[in-house]
């Protein structure tokens, strides 16, 4: 029964998580605007979620015995956590320091994500009411 729940759930869940990781690299991105030679970076997400669904025997990051063990499954420059490789966003308007950060991009981005994080927890407070109107019967 449990895992007819989770199988429910786990769609707008891993939406849920890609779309918060994916928040933090695009405030990543807002803070370090005006920092020298930072490339601005971002997710694929639509290949991400297809990536994350794909992955149905995966349960997160694997498990490490010694902290110099594959990252610790903590984001690097190039993956997230879950394997989601990290992409550079291409230069809009260069800038003299090298930082290819362009605060409109970013701030309209960082906005649509927000917007559709809060969709995704309708969504998924909209199933939870379904189930349990299903489990109480009305």
Known sequence: MIGKVDQYLSF?????????????????NIANADTPNYKARDIDFTAAL????????????????????????KPTGDMLS??????????VQGAVDGNTVD???????FADNALRYEAGITMINS????????IQGQ
């Open 12 to 28: 707008n869940e891993k939406a849920l998580s890609l779309r918060a990781q994916r928040q933090e690299l695009l405030a990543s």
């Open 50 to 73: 297809q990536g994350a669904l794909a992955a149905k025997g995966a349960s997160g990051p694997m498990a490490t015995t010694a902290r110099n063990h594959i990252g610790q499954g």
């Open 82 to 91: 879950n394997g989601t490789p990290v992409m550079y966003r291409g230069v």
């Open 103 to 109: 605060m409109d991009v970013e701030r309209n981005q």
């Open 127 to 134: 199933q939870i009411k379904g189930l349990l109107a299903a």
